[in-house]
């Protein structure tokens, strides 16, 4: 008998007769954000900039039209010279910049030079206000993973309404077959003491664009 | 031969809880970087908890996807399979440890690569997969910071957050000097520069890997999906930079459903870190063309989950999504550390699920049940609710059950069985309650005892006995109000 | 009402005056006290020790003995939570549905759940004009889920100086034979314990549970230090002199 038949076999075994039976999951849990977390829709957003800033992550407002210049002025905040970005970036959110040399993904990139990237800039699939998280699945704007992943710091714009309130509204939004990456702050280790500190192996500063109709 | 065969190293004796648990009292210093460590846990973890209105909606939820998931287990690891082959993954199954050295050694062997990056996972320890490697010359990278430092030293892990919880951080920092002097952390061992010392350290080692080996939180049955929670992005980078991604998880981690992450994907953040939702999630689906590896392999381990899964009060451990929360709450743990534990599941967690994988014949798997006063704070805080001393009771009673066999009853059992014998008669009861009482003062003075015989004196080695006074409660009433 | 009252096998012979206690206390609040004399011991040590079969022949015992239909009161928090939680799950080990049956029909109170719940009184007219600090057991706090019952009535006697416990909820460390087993984590424990407790500059330090009270007391008397230890029936039992 091969292993797959053994497991298998095993696990049957071992359920015997209870195989198969399914207990009733209680999803009593909270699917939207309560009155009292966020009444009206400006109370969502203010939420995820809340909950952003706690992981000490930079995030700011902007209005659809200063969205190149805020891009721009958070790359020379940031010194920057090279960046990278995905190949179908909108072509406005870099339209400011002036001294940074954007890099598109397309060919890819090669790993040398993402290393040596000074950030990359991209947009999400979704973002959480509970938990002031982004996540990336890939799409567009987006990018493949390691360009988000190597530099060592990363610009995310979230559109206003790809914020949903809580974690199972991402969850229904996002598909699995997707790559997806969920980033809450920028890199942490608890290796030492159990601590929290900052700046592990992914990016060590993350900076989110919130950007308003 | 003397050493270990390769591919098949032979885990090294462990001594009894309680025995391997004196030189952590002992160590003062490790025992106040423990207290510290799990004291700031606990806050932040409780707070994350009273901030969720709805957390015992959320824990309710996650006990009853998780018996789900496990009563369903063979249709979900079907499921699975066909999911994650269909995306163009392969899926690999092992019955017990050496199957599973013996499929992961074999694929990197196929890639010809000579070194692995690895991100933390409980199943590669479990199945020694680090000496399977390093005995056909392929050097093994563990990448987690706190890996790293028990690589270096040649440790143990003690925390299912940190595997050098044991550790501090100047003992750490004395490790990388020695270990990595390129990297150069600061000799004052300040975290921050810790943290970049060891970024430095692997960064190259990331980007050039071509096989990276990893474990999992959670495989998805329906969509094939295998999710990944972390901290510091070492596993993000080998999920994403090597060709080939080797993914090694036990049979337990199966959930049925995407939506499922929901509940599990608040629970386990809040309950590990007390972060509302960890720095990283990652999750894929076989290959993604473009992105990331292109070949991917899941092997799924049984060695000894099934053994778990027949046992219907034991199975409850396997729900177990590896939070840590009922470590930093022990007030056992809190005080000797992982180590004790055995080499893989440390913790009340362990103390449930190791005897259980290992069964219960050795002396010192057979101690962990007892290693636990049954306080219950780490029910308590459970996030799936596994009743954990409720489990270990139950497991206690495997251990007596399979000692009852043998031919001469150890000490225990035979006073056990007396006292029990004795009591379950009131008029023997009260005869021997007598004597004890007599018997007792005799051994008492000034009111006290300060020494008991036999296996009692393990009481009177640092705690008195008061003197049992002459008349018991029972005699009392039966002199005053009979 | 009447009342059969439980005590454990440990009080009975070590702490005989929890017993006395709780019956002067019930008497003088108007009740009728009974020892039901066919009790010896819930079978908790043994249930706990993985003694299973010993324990389900000692529960059987438990519960004939208690079978007359009265309220029963244990003035152990352990006892109560052996009878209430424990004994249905030795029922289901031993594969008894009798003694499941018996452990249904059973109504265990621990005393301050008595007290407060099926009495509904706080104040017990108790005076003790002394310091005292609680140490909530891990299964009156955990098991039974009692609350704050013991220092509602605490906080009503006459006199008393009640002082809060540093890290109140951390296990004593005593756990039955855990204290014999893992002694040097039982002792280390306890070390911290009776530090808190004497942090509080407690004269009396006090709980519901009596094993509890030998481990704390067993680790404050061989330090000689002074703080007593008394179970909670023992203060609420005071009247003071009359």
Known sequence: ?213 | MTGPAPGGPVPPPMPKFAAAARPALADTGLRRTLRGATATLRERTAAAAAETADWEDLREAGRAVGEGALLGLDTHLEELERAVTEAGGTVHWAVDAADARRVVTGLVRETGATEVVKSASLATREIGLNDALAGMGVTVRDTALADMAVQFAGDEPSHLLSAAAHRDRAQIGELFRREMPAAGPDPAGDPEDLAAAARAHLRERFLRAQVAITGANFLVAETGTVVVVESEGNARMCLTLPETLICVAGIDKVVPAWDDMEVFLQLLPRSSTGDRMTPYVSSWTGVTPGDGPRAFHLVLLDNGRTRALADEIGRAALRCIGCSACLNVCPVYERTGGQPYGPVHPGPIGAILTPQLRGVESAAVASLPYASTLCGACADVCPVKIDIPDVLVHLRGAVVESRRRRPVPTPEMALMRGLAWTMADPRRHETALRRGVRWARLLSRGGRIRRLPGLLGMWTEARDLPAPPAESFRAWWNRTRR | MRVALSVACFDDALFPGTGRAVTALLERLGHEVTFPPGQTCCGQIHWTSGYHREAADLARAYTAAFAGGDVVVAPSASCAAAVRDAHPKIARAARDPGLARAAEGLAVYELTEFLVDVLGVVDVGAYFPHRVTYHPSCQSLRTLGIGDRPLRLLRAVKGIDLVELPAAQECCGFGGAFAMKNADVSVAMVADKIRHVRETGADVVCAVDGSCLAHIGGALSRLRSGVRTMHLAEILAETGPS
Not at chain 1, 39 to 49: E, G, I, M, P, Y
Not at chain 1, 56 to 81: I, P, S
Not at chain 1, 127 to 145: E, F, K, W
Not at chain 1, 172 to 199: K, Q
Request: with cysteine; glycine share 10%.
């Open chain 1, 1 to 213: 008998m091969n292993a797959r038949e053994e497991v298998l076999r095993r696990v049957r075994e071992a359920l015997g007769g209870s195989r198969g039976t399914r207990p009733p999951v209680p999803r009593g849990y909270a699917r939207r954000l309560s009155e009292a977390e966020a009444a009206t829709r400006a109370d969502v957003l203010a939420l995820f900039t809340e909950r952003v800033a706690d992981y000490r992550a930079a995030v700011r407002h902007v209005g659809a039209d200063e969205l190149g210049t805020a891009v721009a002025a958070a790359l020379w905040g940031r010194e920057a010279k090279q960046i990278v970005v995905p190949a179908d970036l909108p072509f406005g959110w870099l339209a400011e910049l002036d001294g940074v040399r954007a890099l598109a993904d397309t060919p890819a990139v090669d790993i040398d030079t993402l290393a040596a990237a000074d950030g990359a800039v991209t947009g999400c699939a979704v973002a959480i206000a509970q938990t002031g998280t982004v996540v990336l699945d890939g799409g567009p704007a987006q990018g493949r993973r390691a360009l988000t992943l190597v530099p060592g710091y990363h610009l995310c714009v979230v559109r206003a309404d790809q914020i949903v309130g809580t974690v199972p509204e991402a969850v229904a939004r996002l598909d699995p077959a997707r790559p997806l990456t969920w980033i809450s702050g920028p890199s942490v280790t608890h290796g030492i003491e159990m601590t929290r500190v900052e700046g592990a192996h992914g990016p060590v500063h993350l900076e989110v664009l919130v950007v308003e109709d």
